[in-house]
């Protein structure tokens, strides 16, 4: 095979890929419920916040993910890694006990983004999620950008951008 031909594979692949995968997170995508603007949530320190408030500035990632999922732990550090660079971010544990097993797998892991805790998957019945992780990417308190299953930092980072300037 000549390097022409193995480019022109390698491309058909990748398109490939990224085709199926704009499919599937149509397909999973979570709905926002009526209220989500509204609703105060309780992060482990049980301070409130909105929702809206965080996307006001800049896009915002909102994370549902699980001690317990396999995809998690590839994903979670990048959503941590932009919590430092000062993406705001918040995260919900679903179903992964009470809030001391949250905060003890946080700190295990050094993680310092924002959680509120979904022992029984209230939030994530709310917002229709049903696959971990889920993250959901807002801009000016809309949904721009839904995503699911393994996700990158640079993959990420490029949805971040466009729902900051589309």
């Known amino acids: 095979m000549n390097l022409k031909k193995i480019g022109k594979n390698l491309l058909s692949l990748f398109l490939t890929f ?8 149509w397909y999973r995508k979570p709905e ?51 919590a430092k660079e000062g993406v705001p971010v918040v995260t919900v544990a679903l179903r992964s006990g009470d809030t001391e097993t949250v905060q003890a797998y946080l700190d295990k892991h050094q993680y310092q983004f924002t959680s509120v805790n979904d022992p029984k998957g209230t939030i994530a019945a709310q917002w229709q999620v049903a696959v971990t992780p889920t993250i959901i990417i807002f801009d000016q308190g809309k949904m721009e950008f839904a995503t699911t299953g393994l996700s990158s930092y640079w993959g990420l980072n490029v949805r971040l951008w466009l729902a900051q300037w589309f």
């Not at 990224?18 to 997170?25: H, K, N, R």
């Open 18 to 25: 990224i085709v199926i995968s704009l499919i599937l997170d």
């Open 32 to 82: 926002v419920p009526p209220d989500a603007a509204t609703t105060a949530l309780y992060d482990l320190q049980q301070q409130p916040f909105f929702l809206a408030q965080l996307s006001q500035d800049r896009p915002a990632i909102l994370y549902f993910w699980g001690t317990w999922c396999s995809y998690c732990r590839y994903t979670s550090p990048a959503i941590d890694r932009l």
